[in-house]
T-cell receptor, first 110, second 116 residues
Framework: GQQVMQIPQYQHVQEGEDFTTYCNSS?????IQWYKQRPGGHPVFLIQ?????EVKKQKRLTFQFGEAKKNSSLHITATQTTDVGTYFC??????????FGSGTKLNVKP | GAVVSQHPSRVICKSGTSVKIECRSL??????MFWYRQFPKQSLMLMAT?????????EQGVEKDKFLINHASLTLSTLTVTSAHPEDSSFYIC????????????FGPGTRLTVL
């Protein structure tokens, strides 16, 4: 079946440091979405990337979609304690169904 | 944003019984709803894609006779875990996709199922 790999599994950073999580698919994606799940909560949509090589920014968050549409990354500049949570990518196939990566749990020390 | 509800939020049942979980889109219509299973500290595993008025599409390894999905209207999908066993204990979460949108999924709060 379809697989989306995500690394790292955990990341502990000091407040103010940067953070990056990476996703990789074994097959070409139609699109990719990123979600954030706070402890005890449900995933919340952050963004969707569709075009090859696309880069989108949301304040301190930068999202990239690879040229081959097989990989993606989320980078957070100058992390804050409010960034704590698990970040999931969800690889889209035929714009229909999505397979989630394993998630990266971010912990930010104040 | 759009709101998706799930009911019940928690359920404890005896082995061998069936449990129904409802997923509702409260303020929008969703032709497609997805059912996921999430184990503790793990990712969401797609179980099935539920389309209004048609049969659900199940992922490989998911027993359709065990996990019955019905999508009777544009705002309601149900997942019934039949003859539940302790290994079915998990966090079940649904999501709904708006008809006219950017494929964004709105997730319900999830249902914690414990089978004794």
């Amino acid at each position: 079946g379809q697989q989306v790999m995500q690394i790292p599994q955990y990341q502990h950073v000091q407040e103010g440091e940067d953070f990056t999580t990476y996703c990789n698919s074994s097959t070409t994606l139609s699109n990719i979405q990123w979600y954030k799940q706070r402890p005890g909560g449900h995933p919340v949509f952050l963004i969707q990337l569709v075009k090859s090589g696309e880069v989108k920014k949301q304040k301190r968050l930068t999202f990239q979609f690879g040229e081959a549409k097989k990989n993606s990354s989320l980078h957070i500049t100058a992390t804050q304690t409010t960034d704590v949570g698990t970040y999931f990518c969800a690889g889209g196939y035929n714009f229909n169904k999505f397979y989630f990566g394993s998630g990266t749990k971010l912990n930010v020390k104040p | 944003g759009a709101v998706v509800s799930q009911h019940p939020s928690r359920v404890i049942c005896k082995s061998g019984t069936s449990v129904k979980i409802e997923c509702r889109s409260l303020d929008f219509q969703a032709t497609t709803m997805f059912w996921y299973r999430q184990f503790p500290k793990q990712s969401l595993m797609l179980m099935a894609t539920s389309n209004e008025g048609s049969k659900a599409t199940y992922e490989q390894g998911v027993e359709k006779d065990k996990f019955l999905i019905n999508h009777a209207s544009l705002t309601l999908s149900t997942l019934t875990v039949t003859s539940a066993h302790p290994e079915d204990s998990s966090f079940y979460i649904c999501s709904a996709r708006v008809i006219a949108g950017n494929n964004e999924q709105f997730f319900g709060p999830g249902t914690r199922l414990t089978v004794l």
